[in-house]
Each structure stands twice: as C-alpha cells, then as structure tokens.
C-alpha cells in the first residue's frame, strides 16, 4: 500500500496548464512594422496593416482549414500523450533546467497571418513586437504550430525577448497557431525548490498515516 501510494505520488504526469482566461483575452497588438528576413538576409518591412492577429474567441473566423489546424493544435496542448508534452519537457531541459513542465501556463493562444505571400524554411524569419505587458525578467516561451508537421515548434530564446516596455518582440520561423507559455523566474525558483520537496513530504505523510491506522487497528483487535 505505501509503495502504491509513492508510486502515484511521484509518477503522475504533469502538463502545462491552459489558463481559463486564454479564451476571452484579446488579440495582442503589433507594436510597430514587421520586419521580414528571407533566405539571403535581405529585409523587408511588412506594415502593420497587413498583419493579422486573430485571438482565441475569435478563430471561428478563420477559413476552415485554418480552422481545423488552430484547434489541433490548441487540442495538443493538453493531450497527455501529445509530441507537445514529450517536447516541452525536452526544450525546458534544454534552455531552462530549473523550470519544470509544472511551472509553465499557456498565457496566450492566438492565429498570426499576413496578405502577402511570405516563404518559409529555409531560414526566413518574419520579427514581430506584440504588446501583453510583458515584465523583464519572466520567462517566456514561444511555441508556433507547424502544419506541415502537426507539431509545435518551439522558437529559440534567442529569438524571443521581452523588453523594458512590456512588449515581446519574436523572430517567427513561420506564421501559424501561435502560444506563450509562461513560468515567472521568481515563483519558478520558489515551486522548484517546493516541489523537490513536495514527494518526500507527502510520502512521509502517507506513511505516517499508514502507521497510525494500523496501530489502531492492531490495539482495537487487541481489545476484542
């Protein structure tokens, strides 16, 4: 019974959260003109108007086979046996190995496009600053979907940074479903540290539970 009761403490999987206000936030705003990088470094400004940022409530607007992209990809995000569980864990272990998949929330969701026809995959990236006040010093990952794939591509943080203004500004290796997954460094170091602790505590508690109901049960039988 113990080792059942550790079993479960320790080997229950856990997943980025979705937070519950993802689906009523609005579009985040671009802050500025796009710049679009292609396979040779050459630069072209992309003006605002010719950006769009359709957010979470509103991705029924979306023509059907984006449709039914964004809501595959928001689907894999709280599928336990998703690539994107198996994913995040790797890249937080990567980048960040004092952040867990326990500490990340999907803080937005939301469908970035253009009207003109931009090439992707070989290097090309599209720069974009969005507004979310945004504050230095959090951590925040940026995931886009791959429809080619049906993956989440998770963007490198040296592609993501979040400036004094509380803006972000991403390098985007393609235009898809997009999501910002966020651990604060403060709270992260707080909940690592609680959760290296948590099992042992809650083992310890189990089993002082175990111990005291089988004396019970031994004097009561005692007394019989």
């Not at 995959?121 to 720069?127: A, D």
């Not at 170091?189 to 505590?201: A, F, R």
């Amino acid at each position: 019974m113990i080792t059942a009761i550790l079993v479960s403490l320790t080997c229950s999987p856990v997943f980025a959260a979705v937070a519950p206000s993802v689906a009523s936030n609005p579009a985040p705003v671009v802050v500025g003109a796009g710049t679009y990088v292609d396979a040779a470094g050459n630069e072209t400004t992309i003006p605002i108007n010719e950006i769009i940022i359709t957010p979470d409530e509103l991705t029924g607007n979306l023509s059907p086979a984006d449709k039914v992209a964004y809501d595959q990809a928001k689907a894999e995000l709280t599928a336990s046996d998703s690539n994107y569980s198996k994913d995040l864990a790797t890249f937080l272990s990567k980048n960040y190995p004092k952040i867990t998949s326990g500490n990340i929330v999907v803080r937005d969701i939301f469908d970035i496009s253009v009207t003109r026809d931009l090439s992707f995959g070989n290097g090309q990236k599209l720069e974009l600053t969005l507004d979310g006040n945004y504050k230095q010093g959090d951590t925040l990952v940026v995931i886009v979907y791959n429809k080619e794939t049906n993956k989440w591509d998770f963007i490198e943080p040296s592609d993501v940074k979040v400036n004094a203004d509380g803006t972000m500004t991403v390098k985007f290796p393609h235009l898809s479903p997009v999501a910002v997954l966020y651990a604060e460094n403060a709270s992260v170091e707080k909940n690592s540290n609680m959760s290296s602790l948590l099992i042992p505590v809650l083992g310890g508690a189990a089993v002082l539970v175990i111990v005291v109901a089988a004396i019970v049960i031994i004097k009561k039988k005692k007394s019989e």
